[in-house]
């Protein structure tokens, strides 16, 4: 099976704070992606990655951004927290596209910022 | 532009049958994917159409018809279990594209 961990299922920070958030998928999958979800808005792309050192903007990146350094961890980076992040955010991981289209997605991490 | 229509909201009886419309907006399609959440957890992949027509997979169908750009999540033997939200999710052609999801579509079952 495949499996997408996520470091934190709740996290409580404070305005202006760096925060990390770790993905690490054990499948030697190429793709990786982070979302939010917010209600009534769906699951929103902020950032994914194909391979190793390689990333693409999603559809809303401001104030976020990636790292991967090893192709099963994908971190995503809030850079000075704003309470308009609070959110739920889900990382997934997939398979070159053209050999598979499904997604695998973690538990999520549930943050607040205060 | 590109973008997806389903429901917001759909409520249906324990046992029946229930369909989740989805209508996409987009160049470059591929396939339509479906996934599951329920509460608290992970979306969870369901079923996927390339081709015209219809996919079953036990209690759950999907189908697609690209003439139309129009696809559907057919759920029978509707249990309680089934309430969830449903998202689909568009596949698009070549490269490392990724999905596209649209805002979902909360099921709830009813006694």
């Known amino acids: 099976d495949v499996k997408v961990t996520q470091s934190s299922r709740y996290l409580v920070k404070r305005t202006g704070e760096k925060v990390f958030l770790e993905c690490v998928q054990d499948m030697d999958h190429e793709n990786m992606f982070w979302y939010r979800q917010d209600p009534g808005l769906g699951l929103r792309l902020i950032y994914f990655?194909?391979?190793?050192?390689?990333?693409e903007k999603g559809d809303i990146p401001e104030g976020y951004s990636v790292s991967r350094e090893k192709k099963e961890r994908f971190s995503l980076i809030l850079e000075s927290a704003s309470t308009n992040q609070t959110s739920m955010y889900l990382c997934?991981?997939?398979?070159?596209?053209?050999?598979?289209?499904?997604?695998?997605f973690g538990p999520g991490t549930r943050l607040l910022v205060l | 532009g590109q973008s997806l229509e389903q429901p917001s909201e759909v409520t249906a009886v324990e046992g029946a049958i229930v369909q989740i419309n989805c209508t996409y907006q987009t160049s470059g399609f591929y396939g339509l994917s479906w996934y599951q959440q329920h509460d608290g957890g992970a979306p969870t992949f369901l079923s996927y159409?390339?081709?015209?027509g219809l996919e079953e997979t036990g209690r759950f169908s999907s189908f697609l018809s690209r003439s139309d750009s129009y696809g559907y999540l057919l759920l029978q033997e509707l249990q309680m279990k089934d309430s969830a939200s449903y998202f689909c999710?568009?596949?698009?052609?070549?490269?490392?594209?990724?999905?596209?999801f649209g805002k979902g579509t909360r099921l709830s079952v009813i006694a």
């Open positions: 999710a568009f596949v698009m052609m070549g490269g490392n594209t990724p999905l596209v």
């Open positions: 997934a991981s997939s398979l070159r596209p053209g050999v598979e289209k499904t997604q695998y």
């Open positions: 159409n390339a081709l015209d």
């Open positions: 990655s194909y391979d190793v050192k390689m990333k």
